[in-house]
């Protein structure tokens, strides 16, 4: 699949030359041109007031490098627009998949970090986990001087680079600059490929919303005796059923029976159950049809995370009380039997720390644990058999550092995450073996 590369400068400094960046980016599209035969170039600069100069879908090298020239003297000379930029991006990327079905590339060369507030990484992060799926990926070149290689916004394009299968480079003088431009003219892989029948991928409610307006739906029309792109009938040959009138896709015009293009997005959507690009492949526009179509056949659709979704049917399963066992009749036998019992079972108050087990969802459902904490009543999934222990209670050991989390104790976790850098340390590091920053 073909590439389309964006461009960013958020260079304020001049540890690079104006001419050594022009040399190099014309190089790279050249180059880039010989295997990327359809892609596209586009380079966003800002001016120092915070415009940008955006320029968009060109296949010349030409084009981009004079706009360098033209707009590298009035370029901010103090601040950084990262955050800005690469929203100005994803919007622009989030227009065009609606049309086309490409890989989207976008190589930031930045030398200044951002200091803007916790709300617009939020922010970015939070398109970034949108627009990644489409697939796109960022290539972050952080110029330095000399040997510098640890700033305030690390953490933050680790995130992103590492999040959209991208990379990080650090390079400090024009050698490394070349040889890095050198290393991305080779196109990226993406393992699953996002057109043919690619693996569910797994998204929030809002990312789904955002997919599913980008998306457009099939419509009615009164024209008569259309003709369904796979079927070749008027009339489905699958269901037989006359009331299933073709769609059609405005972009395109073909015609497609419900049915058909049902089955055909089942195997052939976009890694969300419901949404596909148009089968004319001249066409390629992103279309949506009914969840419940896919819901009613396959039974296999997903649109949050799984926690997010087991979260949600288990709050919808479980009682807000405790079941109440109901009393058998009291014959004479259980008569005798009662007397061999202090407390009925139906009159036993669940009492601090007593578990009980209960059956979500039939003979078949999940099996959680009830216990009561304090004034709450706190559900779990039993995972295995509860057991009393013959021997003493084991005394919890400070030094054997142990954490209780749902009432569970396990070990601490064999490693831990640099704050600073995003580098795995073994837990019993006291600083980072990468950066240096204290654990």
Known sequence: MNEDVY??????????????????????IEEKNKVNLNGRYSLLIFQEEGNPIFITHKKDAGIITNSIEENWKNRPKEQSYFENGLFYIFSYIAETVRKKSKFNRIIVITDTPSDLSDDYREALFNLVSKIK??????????????????????????????????????????????????KLIKSK??????VDRPEIIKITKDDYAFYNHLAKSLKRTNEMNLVC???????????????????ICEDCNQSFHNCCITNYTINHNIGIPNILRCPNKECDVLLKIDA????????????STVKEYLEEEIAEKIPKELPKVKPLP??????????KEKIELSE??????????????????????????GDKIVYEKATKPTFKPTSKKKEIIPQERMLLTNNKARKKPTFIICPQCGKQNNSEQLTCSNCGYKL
């Open 7 to 28: 461009l960013y400068l958020d260079l304020t400094k001049e540890i690079l030359k104006k001419k050594e960046i022009i040399k190099a980016i014309k190089y790279y």
């Open 292 to 303: 419940d179509e896919i819901i009613e056949v396959s039974g296999e659709v997903e649109v």
């Open 229 to 247: 792109y796979f079927c070749h009938e008027e009339i489905c040959p699958v269901c037989a059923d006359v009331h299933d009138i073709p769609l």
């Open 330 to 339: 009291i014959t004479a036998s259980a008569l005798e039997h009662k007397k």
């Open 189 to 194: 892989q993406y393992v699953t490929t996002f």
């Open 133 to 182: 799926n489409f697939p796109t990926f960022i290539d972050i070149i952080r110029v330095s001087k000399e040997d510098q290689r640890f700033f305030s916004d690390d953490v933050k394009l680790n995130v992103l680079a590492s999040d959209t299968k991208g990379g990080i480079f650090y390079i400090k003088d024009k050698k490394e600059f070349n040889d890095t431009i050198k």
């Open 348 to 373: 036993i108050p669940l009492e601090e720390d007593q578990v009980k087990k209960i059956r979500i969802g039939g003979f078949f459902g999940k099996v959680y644990t009830v216990k009561k904490v």
